[in-house]
């Protein structure tokens, strides 16, 4: 098992470009979610998903879309970068929900421009 | 408004003692708790767990203790190694009003001295 993969690793993107970060796990979770990191802040959740078709809004959703056609992939779409956006973003999966053991994957550090 | 804390960015612990990280939070509605220990340039990994039924759990070196009237826990790590050396967050959702949302704190840096 890969368990969860992101992609890319790094990114720069200028204001106002727009992106997807990938997001993928092989263990057949139910539950995906996103965090982003930012230093003194912790792991905030962006978006999250409880099975294929259903997502909902996490703390800090603005300037983000998300999607959940399969089971396996959860893609991350920031549709007009702004310079605050600028973090290490962290996608997560679990069997059941955010209750109970997450598996992360390595994280994508993004740097708006 | 920040709903679990984690008042000590950082704590160093000689090899061989005891490390005691704290978090505090302040919703009453938060029923389960969770440590995530992330080494740098990796995810977080799920590190221990506790019910808010319970006041201790233990697995190994590492035992978590919950005080609901004070709404308190804290990870106690015996003894302490320098694998151990990390950033450890704490963590807590409520299994009563849904599962979906975890709240984090914002971590403490572990550096364990040989």
């Known amino acids: 098992n890969a368990g969860v993969t992101q992609t890319p690793k790094f990114q720069v993107l200028k204001t106002g470009q727009s992106m997807t970060l990938q997001c993928a796990q092989d263990?057949?979770?139910?539950?995906m979610s996103w965090y982003r990191q930012d230093p003194g802040m912790g792991l905030r959740l962006i978006h999250y998903?409880?099975?294929?078709?259903?997502?909902d809004q996490g703390e800090v959703p603005n300037g983000y879309n998300v999607s959940r056609s399969t089971t396996e992939d959860f893609p991350l779409r920031l549709l007009s970068a702004a310079p605050s956006q600028t973090s290490v973003y962290f996608c997560?999966?679990?069997?059941?929900?955010?209750?109970?053991?997450?598996?992360f994957g390595p994280g994508t550090r993004l740097t708006v421009t | 408004d920040q709903q679990v804390k984690q008042n000590s960015p950082s704590l160093s612990v000689q090899e061989g003692r005891i490390s005691i990280l704290n978090c505090d939070y302040t919703n009453s509605m938060f029923d389960y708790f969770l440590w995530y220990k992330k080494y740098p340039a990796e995810g977080p990994t799920f590190l221990i767990s506790i019910s808010s039924i319970k006041d201790k759990n233990e697995d190994g070196r590492f035992t978590v203790f919950l005080n609901k009237s004070a709404k308190h826990l804290s990870l106690h790590i015996v003894p302490s190694q320098p694998g151990d050396s990390a950033v450890y967050f704490c963590?807590?959702?409520?299994?009563?009003?849904?599962?979906?949302?975890?709240?984090f704190g914002t971590g403490t840096r572990l550096t364990i001295i040989p």
């Open positions: 263990m057949n979770h139910e539950y």
């Open positions: 997560a999966s679990s069997p059941t929900g955010a209750s109970y053991e997450q598996y």
């Open positions: 963590a807590a959702s409520g299994l009563s009003f849904g599962n979906e949302k975890l709240t």
């Open positions: 998903s409880v099975g294929a078709g259903i997502t």
